[in-house]
């Protein structure tokens, strides 16, 4: 039996599906947007421009808007999919940011790269994750894509300026100030009077981690200065902005080796 899930995501201009097909076969169609499409498990194969592909984990398969496809479970077996639907002026406004071109890239139809693949399907269950953090979701999402279009367009990006140093710190002193907030990666752009695709390429020029990345170990070394003064790991948490205790006993676990309770007795 066939199964499809349309999933919420933490970025709500991009939509998220989750399926298993199983022996089944879709005529001729096409999307109004981009479809990023991930197997995760089985093999299909589809028909596009007169060419034949067959694809399966590892393979990142990319349909544009208005393209004329189709595609299929192999002989009588079943795959399992994870689908990005973009829309195409998201797309096209990123690929514009990316490399001052206004049209809509042009990407081949699917491709082998385990690492990409990879970073596609931890972005899907990221976005999917009920207690998100806004600005990894925001982050990520552009970091992921942004590495599509620059390796899978044919097109050079332009080079990323540093941002100054003036910039940098008034970005540090907002984080500090709203630690325990959800932060947007909107809201950080703005600051700099950047679009968020060229703050994330600037911010990663000029401190070698992503804006995201930078916020999580800041969030962590607040909390290790707030144990060793006394706070509870509850109070911690949700003063370094975790919501989540266990999200945050795991990712001070990983980021120290042990546990936020060994630190408020030793």
Not at 31 to 38: A, M, Q, T, V
Not at 144 to 164: D, H, N, T
Request: hydrophobic letters at 40%; a positive charge; one cysteine or more.
């Amino acid at each position: 039996m066939n199964f499809v899930q349309f999933q919420k995501s933490a970025v709500p201009e991009i939509g998220l599906i989750q399926a298993q097909y199983k022996n089944h076969a879709f005529k001729s169609h096409y999307h109004l947007d981009f479809h990023i499409g991930l197997i995760s498990q089985g093999q299909q194969v589809f028909h596009y421009k007169g060419s034949k592909h067959q694809i399966g984990p590892g393979f990142v398969q990319v349909m544009m808007p208005d393209q004329v496809h189709d595609s299929k479970t192999l002989k009588k077996d079943s795959f399992t999919t994870k689908i990005f639907s973009l829309p195409t002026n998201w797309f096209v406004n990123l690929n514009n940011e990316l490399n001052n071109q206004h049209d809509i890239p042009s990407i081949q139809p699917c491709f082998e790269d385990v690492y990409l693949y990879q970073q596609l399907i931890e972005l899907h269950q990221l976005l999917n994750a009920e207690h998100s953090f806004k600005l990894a979701a925001d982050s990520l999402t552009l970091e992921v894509f942004s590495s599509l279009l620059e390796k899978y367009s044919g097109r050079s990006p332009l080079p990323a300026v540093a941002i100054g140093n003036k910039k940098l710190n008034l970005l540090k002193e907002y984080v500090v100030s709203h630690l325990n907030q959800r932060i947007h990666l909107e809201h950080l752009a703005r600051l700099c009077e950047l679009s968020e695709s060229q703050l994330l390429r600037q911010f990663k020029k000029q401190t070698g981690l992503t804006p995201y990345a930078w916020l999580a170990r800041l969030r962590l070394e607040q909390a290790l200065l707030l144990l060793k003064a006394g706070l509870s790991s509850t109070q911690v948490a949700y003063k370094v902005g975790f919501y989540d205790q266990a999200h945050f006993i795991k990712a001070f676990y990983q980021a120290y080796g042990l546990t936020p309770s060994l630190v408020q007795n030793s």
